[in-house]
């Protein structure tokens, strides 16, 4: 017999369910150019993959800021889990939350500091972060990439978490999600 965990309660509105998968959508996107593109060195232009991957980077970035104050001027009803598991799920949220939005506010760091343009849909300019040379810049390059692999394994367990409540728990969590 399934769980009622989330049935008729806690389901996300529409407005949070399309922004959740257009951030799925463009963090697969992310992932797929950035292990696809070329490494970046001192003199790499930002051409091809790369310029593909500062542009779906900057709508990241819009993404989850509209998503932040969605957030915050919608909130969902009450999960209805144990008090375990939604402590677990509030932190892991959490967590997903400020990694998703710092690990493009970081590549755009280090794309100012390499004198690159970041454009929201290849039109709208972001300003530059950091000083073109700024050694500060280049390191949170390298922050970037290790906060990027610490996404993966936030996704990786978020999806878990999903598939933990659809098949092992048997409740409806999921569906909280899903259109």
């Given at each position: ?33 950035g292990w696809t593109m070329p490494d970046v060195h001192k003199d790499t232009k930002p051409d091809g993959l790369i310029a593909w991957h500062l542009g779906v980077g900057a709508a990241l970035i819009a993404a ?116």
């Amino acid at each position: 017999m399934e769980k009622s965990y989330g049935v008729g309660r806690g389901a996300y509105d529409g407005g949070a369910r399309f922004l959740h998968w257009l951030v799925v959508i463009l963090v697969v996107m992310q992932f797929v150019i950035g292990w696809t593109m070329p490494d970046v060195h001192k003199d790499t232009k930002p051409d091809g993959l790369i310029a593909w991957h500062l542009g779906v980077g900057a709508a990241l970035i819009a993404a989850m800021v509209i998503r932040i104050v969605w957030r915050l001027t919608h909130r969902p009803a009450p999960d209805a889990l144990p008090p375990m598991l939604s402590a677990i799920s509030r932190t892991t949220h959490f967590l997903l939350y400020v990694v998703l939005f710092a690990v493009p506010l970081l590549g755009w760091i280090n794309a100012s500091s390499r004198g690159w343009s970041v454009r929201l849909l290849g039109v709208v300019p972001y300003p530059g972060l950091s000083e073109t040379g700024s050694g500060f810049g280049h390191a949170m390059g390298d922050v970037h990439g290790i906060l990027a692999w610490v996404l993966f394994a936030l996704v990786c367990l978020h999806i878990a978490a999903a598939l933990f409540h659809r098949f092992v728990l048997k409740d409806q969590v999921l569906q909280r999600m899903l259109p």
